[in-house]
């Protein structure tokens, strides 16, 4: 057994050649930056739960819902992006372009609005 075979996910590995080390390590730490920021956004949303922020329960419990649903979602896009640069870099194609940084400007907007009128109530 080879030491690509060895490797997981097989999907990943087993196709094209391996990249420049520089590259792939470049990679796993953006990956392991968008986990972090998916770990901070659940962290808000456990905070804002916690502390009692506002005076309306119900909006602050939509808030640390939607808070903790987007952080886990993030988390999963994460991995699917560090993917799909992977395997571009191993079959030496372009780069995909970053259609889920649009969506965390818009979510990061919705929650700041959410967050300003939990406060304000």
């Not at 990679?27 to 392991?32: D, M, S, V």
């Not at 194609?93 to 009128?117: N, T």
Request: charged share 15%; proline share 4%; net charge positive.
């Amino acid at each position: 057994m080879s030491n690509q075979e060895k490797r997981w996910p097989n999907s990943l590995y087993g196709v094209g050649g391996e990249p420049d080390p520089r590259f792939t390590l470049a990679n796993e730490r953006t990956f392991l930056a968008w986990i972090r920021t998916s770990i901070a956004i659940m962290a808000i949303g456990v905070a804002i739960n916690e502390l009692q922020v506002g005076g309306n329960a119900a909006l602050r419990a939509v808030v640390v819902i939607a808070l903790i649903i987007s952080g886990v979602v993030l988390a999963g896009f994460s991995y699917l992006r560090w993917m799909r640069i992977e395997k571009a870099m191993r079959q030496t194609k372009p780069l995909p372009s970053l259609v889920s940084g649009l969506g965390l400007v818009i979510a990061i907007v919705f929650f700041a609005l959410l967050v300003g009128l939990l406060t304000v109530s």
